[in-house]
């Protein structure tokens, strides 16, 4: 058999997508979109001679962009093969998908308006999919359950346990069987730290022939999960006690509703009294719903917090804000209260006219809870830019900032090779994917150190035979 790599290598981080080739079947593990400036819009489009109409299956470890945003481009050109995954991830991925398409399209009209006003003469923007591939996705599903063998074709099944990383993650087991013998090959997707709320913790397989592990924390090890909530409880204190307004800008899914969940925590253990609490976010409030649907795949600490009275999921805690009239109306609201909008990175969304009106105000506080990227708005607030702009107008930031590092829904080296720990004694080859490069090289390190194992590092476009 062959496994080609055509994206998160090279030190690249996003575009997950593992091909499966042997004598029988042909089949892919994710199908991720790249992400980051106007270099991933090319390495997104499908290569030359590409045939998705060959492919058997798709499998997908989790709902994230990276690793499911370039289904509906395989699906555009042809693919119509059963896609297998958890049912939590089916659902959250539609969500996930339904807004990158619209996005996409509007972001096409955009430029192709720009090129005509200006007489630009060029091949006009397409999106790489619209809406209704991604409708017709949710046609090819095939949910699948946890620790359950299923066949995908004639000589390869598949079985998915827990990752921890988001609701519905999974790592992937395949056998595959050649010639009468079978090989394992695993990939861990991507995982969860075990200190992470909500999710259950992930787990592990017990051996392979070839394992592709994420190394996206490679390098280091979060701050304690702890301190970090013990830090979060601080700042929300002290902004009731001056009946400040929070301002938290949020992914949608995940982050959102660990957020939620800490101040469920907060307000059953009377830690502070019960404010409003705003989800100014239509794709979080969907989100809510799965979650809420699904609440048997949750941990055993969110089971026990709804015992005591807490309502981590419900909107007994928050407020939800799904239009964007009630929108606006928030800005005439007065703290304490809490908004949380997204996008993530304040490059957009609803957090950007919360961000207009309060920046210029000493008692607002804004919380940065995610990761962002160089050049975002949230990057420049979290850089103390002493102004920035915001709907093309300087704004003077008085408002306090405050930057929580360790909410990462990503597991540390530490955990990384506690999971990696239980497929060691069968001397795998491991594949070091995911991750920047001094990230996979650390990880690599660490591995040959502790089991003896010396790690490939692929670059995209590399085959390994087994
Ligand atoms: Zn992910």
């Known amino acids: 058999m062959k496994i080609k790599i055509h994206g998160a290598a090279g030190g690249e981080v996003t575009g997950s997508s593992y091909q499966i080739q042997t004598a029988k079947s042909n089949i892919l593990v994710d199908a991720g979109m790249f992400q980051g400036g106007r270099q991933s819009e090319i390495k997104n489009k499908l290569p030359k001679g590409a045939r998705p109409d ?6 997908l470890t989790h709902g994230h962009l990276d690793h499911t945003g370039r289904v509906p481009l395989l699906i555009k050109y042809g693919f119509d093969g059963p896609i297998y ?3 939590e991830t089916i659902e959250l991925s539609q969500i996930i998908l339904q807004d990158s398409a619209r996005l996409q ?3 096409a009209i955009r430029q192709n308006k720009r090129a005509w006003r200006k007489r630009v003469k060029m091949t006009p923007a397409e999106p790489l999919y619209n809406t209704e591939h991604v409708e017709f996705m949710k046609d090819l599903t095939r949910p699948v359950e946890l620790h359950q063998s299923v066949k995908i074709t004639d000589d390869i099944s598949a079985r998915w346990i827990e990752a921890g990383h988001m609701l519905g993650s999974g790592s992937i087991e395949l056998t595959v069987t050649e010639q009468g013998q079978k090989k394992i090959v695993v990939f861990s997707g991507d995982l969860g730290p075990l ?3 909500l999710l259950r913790p992930f787990e592990q397989f017990k051996k392979a022939d070839l394992v592709l592990l994420e190394s996206t924390y490679g ?10 909530v ?10 009731y006690r001056t009946k400040g307004k929070m301002l938290v800008p949020s ?9 939620i969940y800490h101040l469920a925590e907060m307000f059953q253990q009377k830690i502070v009294p019960t404010f409003p609490v705003y989800l100014d976010s239509p794709m979080g409030l969907s989100a809510f719903e799965v979650y809420r649907n699904h609440q048997d795949m949750l941990d055993e600490e969110f089971h026990e917090l709804k015992r005591k009275g807490g309502f981590p999921l419900s909107k007994k805690t928050f407020i939800p804000s799904a239009s964007a009239e009630t929108s606006k109306a928030l800005n005439e609201v007065n703290g304490p209260c809490m908004i949380i909008a997204g996008a993530g990175m304040c490059n957009g969304g609803r957090i950007l006219h919360h961000l207009y009106h309060n920046l210029e105000n000493p008692d607002a506080h804004v919380l940065i809870v995610g990761y962002q990227s160089q050049g975002s708005l949230g990057r420049k607030l979290v850089d103390r830019l002493p102004d920035v702009s915001v709907f093309g107008e300087r704004k003077k930031v008085k408002a306090r900032i405050h930057t929580l590092g360790g909410f990462s829904a990503h597991a540390g080296q530490t955990d990384l090779l506690k999971w990696f720990s239980s497929l060691a004694p069968s001397k795998p080859r491991v594949v070091i994917t995911h991750g920047e490069d001094g990230p996979r090289k650390a990880l690599a390190e660490q591995i040959r150190k502790k089991h003896k194992i010396s790690a490939v590092l692929p670059r995209i476009g590399d085959a390994i035979e087994l």
């Open 85 to 87: 995954t958890t049912e």
């Open 54 to 59: 060959l492919i058997d299956a798709i499998l």
């Open 230 to 239: 013990r830090e979060f409880q601080e700042i929300v204190k002290e902004a």
């Open 219 to 228: 390098d280091r090890d979060h701050k304690p999960y702890d301190e970090t």
């Open 251 to 259: 992914f949608a899914i995940g982050r959102t509703q660990q957020i």
């Open 195 to 197: 200190t992470f709320p």
């Open 105 to 107: 399209v509007a972001d």
